[in-house]
Structures are given as structure tokens and as C-alpha cells.
Nanobody, 124 residues
Framework: QWPLVESGGDSVQAGGSLKLSCVAS????????LGWFRQAPGKERAGVAA??????TSYADSVKGRFTISQDNANTLSLEMNSLKPEDTAMYYCAAENSCGYANYDATPDYNYWGQGTQVTVSS
């Protein structure tokens, strides 16, 4: 089992910042990826950012330079979100892949475990 629990979603003004967290304890694979995805109303789930067990990261062009994905020593996945825009409004999910070769922000079908999501709403 690989439980994932997201937190940190909130309503924020455009230009503001949020930090999402995902408690991802329990993973022990040698080649894993952890990722953040989002789904807006009427849209398919889309990749945002990913990090590989070797530290490599990958970002969607729409968030590159504004969002930062990272892990801490307590197996917590984070997404630092800066300069937020209304188009960032979505339900955000963390996910884990237990056999991952490299970080790929948009490898949605490859992820094995998913959290329940946390809502981010950005208003102008």
C-alpha cells in the first residue's frame, strides 16, 4: 500500500502563493516518481509536475518558473505555487508511480496510486 493524502488547497487572489503538501509515506521503490496533477471543471486530468527518485524534475510549460516540486526527509511531497493565475484553479492530486524511469510531468496513465485531491481556487 502507498497512501497519499493531500492538503494545503485554498482560495487565493491572483498573484498569490500556496504550498500544497502530500504525505506519501510508505514508498520504498528504487525507481519511483511522485507527481502533481490537476483537473478543472470540464477538463481531463492533466500533469503539472513530477519528481523522480534520483531528484530529476519535470514541469508543464504552463507552470514552469512558478511552481516547484520537492520532497522532504519525512516522505512529504510538496508543490510550491507562486504567481498564481485564475487558470490554475483546479482540484490538485498527488500520485505515485512505483516503476518509473524518469520524471515526466504528463505521464498520467503510468501512476499507480492517487490521493483524493485538494481544491485550489484562484480569483482575479
Amino acid at each position: 500500500q502507498w497512501p497519499l493524502v493531500e492538503s494545503g488547497g485554498d482560495s487565493v487572489q491572483a498573484g498569490g502563493s500556496l504550498k500544497l503538501s502530500c504525505v506519501a509515506s510508505g514508498y520504498n521503490q528504487r525507481s519511483y516518481c511522485l507527481g502533481w496533477f490537476r483537473q478543472a471543471p470540464g477538463k481531463e486530468r492533466a500533469g503539472v509536475a513530477a519528481i523522480h527518485s534520483d531528484g530529476d524534475t519535470s514541469y508543464a510549460d504552463s507552470v514552469k518558473g512558478r511552481f516547484t516540486i520537492s520532497q522532504d526527509n519525512a516522505n512529504t511531497l510538496s508543490l510550491e505555487m507562486n504567481s498564481l493565475k485564475p487558470e490554475d484553479t483546479a482540484m490538485y492530486y498527488c500520485a505515485a508511480e512505483n516503476s518509473c524511469g524518469y520524471a515526466n510531468y504528463d505521464a498520467t496513465p503510468d501512476y499507480n496510486y492517487w490521493g483524493q485531491g485538494t481544491q485550489v481556487t484562484v480569483s482575479s
